[in-house]
């Protein structure tokens, strides 16, 4: 099992930057892929970003290529989104996510097998 808490949402306005984080527990000695997705209401839940466990290999979403940058710390066991040049259409709630780092599909939400609560990012005008 894997716990996942994020955390570094909230208000922000257009143009500016977040950090979000993941903290992971529990069998983080396993190679797991991390990814974020996110989701606002009524619509479905989006792929945001993943990044291997070696950080070889990263993967964005188109609307969030060249904005967001996907890291992570093995160390500390933690994930990060930084995202810049935020705009109001990035407002969802952001999840962490975690997978078997083998294998197809990172962009897709099924694949993976652990999933945090989520964290606030709204983004003013």
């Known amino acids: 099992q894997v716990q996942l808490v994020e955390s570094g949402g909230g208000l922000v306005q257009a143009g500016g930057s977040l950090r979000l984080s993941c903290a992971a527990s529990?069998?983080?000695?396993?190679?797991?892929?991390m990814g974020w997705f996110r989701q606002a209401p009524g619509k479905e839940r989006e792929f945001v970003a993943a990044?291997?466990?070696?950080?070889?290999?990263?993967y964005y979403g188109d609307s969030v290529k060249g904005r967001f940058t996907i890291s992570r710390d093995k160390a500390k066991n933690t994930a990060y989104l930084q995202m810049n040049s935020l705009k109001p259409e990035d407002t969802a709630r952001y999840y962490c996510?975690?997978?078997?780092?083998?294998?197809?599909?990172?962009?897709?939400?099924?694949?993976?097998?652990?999933w945090g609560q989520g964290t606030q990012v709204t983004v003013s005008s």
């Open positions: 529990g069998r983080t000695f396993a190679r797991y892929t």
């Open positions: 996510a975690a997978r078997p780092d083998a294998g197809w599909g990172r962009p897709i939400s099924l694949t993976y097998d652990y």
């Open positions: 990044i291997t466990w070696s950080s070889e290999s990263t």
